[in-house]
T-cell receptor, first 114, second 113 residues
Framework: NAGVTQTPKFQVLKTGQSMTLQCAQD?????MYWYRQDPGMGLRLIYY???????DKGEVPNGYNVSRLNKREFSLRLESAAPSQTSVYFC?????????????FGPGTRLTVT | GENVEQHPSTLSVQEGDSAVIKCTYS??????FPWYKQELGKRPQLIID?????GEKKDQRIAVTLNKTAKHFSLHITETQPEDSAVYFC????????????FGTGTRLKVLA
């Protein structure tokens, strides 16, 4: 039982390049999330998927797109990377979107955009 | 807009002393308040949580209190140990909120041996 896994662990991009961050969970959770973490700003929700087939914007969605490929996988795509997207990205999952369900986080992807 | 404020941003305590971290939320519809611990270079992990129909919850040396009227909640760690040193984040979940989960900006706790 690996929990939540993310790939890659580290990535360096040049401005304007694109990439996709992959996330998978093996806990049969319905809800999945993408956060970014910047120094002094805590975790900010980028997008979330309440259940398979649905996605919604979070607090900071600009410059990102997501795909809920199936119940296990939720990917985050940067179409044209900008230096402001330099951050640590965490994927998380929970049994349901409703309050009271623990969010389990992946190990994170450290992205640098030059 | 929806917001969670967390204080203090840094906290140093002597080993064995207590530590208190406070958060205030803005959305009165928030109904779930988790606390996460994040060690350097690691992922956030849930340490305790509380629902809006409960005023206090305790788990060994950790407790959380919630005051719905004032819209604030606090994390209490007693008998602190060096391994408690980490960054702690509070969060608020609102089922009707636009952003669903709002996190505080974190408190770096240092327990001095």
């Amino acid at each position: 039982n690996a929990g939540v896994t993310q790939t890659p662990k580290f990535q360096v991009l040049k401005t304007g390049q694109s990439m996709t961050l992959q996330c998978a969970q093996d806990m049969n959770h319905n809800s999945m999330y993408w956060y970014r973490q910047d120094p002094g700003m805590g975790l900010r929700l980028i997008y979330y998927s309440a259940s398979e087939g649905t996605t919604d914007k979070g607090e900071v969605p600009n410059g990102y797109n997501v795909s809920r490929l199936n119940k296990r996988e939720f990917s985050l795509r940067l179409e044209s990377a900008a230096p402001s997207q330099t951050s640590v990205y965490f994927c998380a999952s929970s049994e349901a979107l409703a309050g009271g369900y623990e969010q389990y986080f992946g190990p994170g992807t450290r992205l640098t955009v030059t | 807009g929806e917001n969670v404020e967390q204080h203090p941003s840094t906290l140093s305590v002597q080993e064995g002393d207590s530590a208190v971290i406070k958060c205030t939320y803005s959305d009165s519809a928030s109904n779930y308040f988790p606390w996460y611990k994040q060690e350097l270079g690691k992922r956030p992990q849930l340490i305790i949580d509380i629902r809006s129909n409960v005023g206090e919850k305790k788990d060994q040396r950790i407790a959380v209190t919630l005051n719905k009227t004032a819209k604030h909640f606090s994390l209490h760690i007693t008998e602190t140990q060096p391994e408690d040193s980490a960054v702690y984040f509070c969060a608020a979940h609102s089922p009707s909120g636009t952003y669903k989960y709002i996190f505080g900006t974190g408190t770096r706790l240092k327990v001095l041996a």
